[in-house]
């Protein structure tokens, strides 16, 4: 179990911090709470843990946003990537910390749920209060360019006739291996994977596919964004039916004839803060990252890169995780895959 007090160790944190003065227009809706100097929160540096590695979907939004959430509440933000246990280690982390409001975390139902209903760990996530959420993301898959797989469907049948073995995605237990899992024992994808490798996030994945140790991973859209804008992979397919506005003309499974798997296919991207924290505090964090997104440094990013950006409150965050927990069960046999991730 991580020592969520020990706030010095540089050895196990990635620790990059924003700072920033306010502008007025940051302060709407928040005038009379922001940090100043007679005690209102927040008065102190917020960190933001991430449980993924650096480069991944999460971090690469955190990135864009995170510095203009510190100039909207007039304080610090640290990002602090905890990977791990298929982001249980980070989500723990950030469950076990003081609600004084001074530590929240970023991940994104179904993924880090899917990996808690495959491991449960030692806490209950749905405890965890709800901030905001920030974006959805689609899944695609993504190959390394040397193996010339045309697409989606010609990637199933080079592995039906044994030319490819290995598919890739984050931790196994997690969101994509269930997602390789479910598509290996559906009758409409037929996918014939023999061997799945897991990785540490999206990024990492991504940069297996480049340097060939896997052809073929499981991405966020977000993540492989700039692999493919250079030519380093190639995006095969979209497990969204709603598309990937970053890849947009990837074809969707759904377009190529193959079932809907939208309960796992995208992401919902949420900020969650320890059972406990006090709800003013949770509202002017959440009033804080909507303002964020409204600037327009993040809209432009967003408009160049196809990132969609989405404000809700803190109860679209509850939901997110709470659907989560209601769906997955329904449709995905979970002792299968417990099953699967221990060999």
Excluded at 300 to 307: F, K, P, V
Aim: glycine residues 10%.
């Amino acid at each position: 179990m991580v020592d969520n007090n020990d706030r010095s160790s540089a050895t196990r944190r990635d620790y990059i911090k924003y700072t920033g003065a306010a502008s007025a227009a940051a302060f709407t809706g928040l005038a009379g709470c922001l940090g100043d100097d007679d005690g209102e929160y927040p008065n102190d540096d917020i960190t933001y843990i991430i449980p993924f590695s650096e480069g991944g979907g999460t971090d690469t939004y955190a990135r864009q946003f995170v510095s203009h959430w510190a100039d909207a509440l007039d304080t610090n933000i640290a990002i602090e990537n905890v990977p791990g246990a298929a982001s249980l280690r980070g989500t723990g982390q950030l469950y076990n910390s003081d609600n004084d409001g001074y530590t929240i975390g970023g991940f994104n139902p179904p993924s880090t749920p899917v990996s808690a209903m495959v491991n449960p760990p030692d806490y209950d996530m749905t405890e965890l209060e709800g901030v905001a959420t920030y974006a959805r993301t689609p899944f695609v898959v993504v190959s390394n360019p040397d193996y010339e797989i045309e697409d989606f469907s010609d990637m199933l049948d080079r592995y039906a006739d044994d030319e490819l073995e290995i598919f890739s995605g984050k931790e196994r237990g997690g969101v994509d291996h269930v997602l390789a899992l479910l598509m290996q024992g559906n009758d409409s994808y037929d996918h014939q994977w023999d061997r799945y490798v897991g990785y540490d996030g999206s990024g990492p994945a991504v940069q297996a596919v480049i340097s060939d140790e896997v052809p073929c991973a499981i991405s966020t859209d977000t993540a492989a964004a700039g692999a493919a804008e250079d030519g380093r992979v190639d995006v095969l397919g979209c497990l969204s039916s709603q598309g990937s506005e970053v890849f947009p003309d990837a074809p969707t499974v759904t377009d190529l004839g193959y079932d809907n798997i939208d309960f796992l296919g995208q992401l919902v991207r949420g900020v969650f803060a320890p059972n406990g924290t006090d709800q003013e505090q949770i509202d002017i964090l959440s009033e804080g990252l909507e303002t964020a997104l409204q600037s327009d440094e993040v809209q432009q990013w967003s408009e160049d890169t196809g990132n969609v950006v989405e404000y809700g409150g803190p109860e679209s965050a509850g939901n997110a995780v709470a659907d989560a927990f209601e769906q997955i069960p329904e449709n995905v046999d979970l002792e299968e895959v417990r099953e699967a991730a221990d060999e």
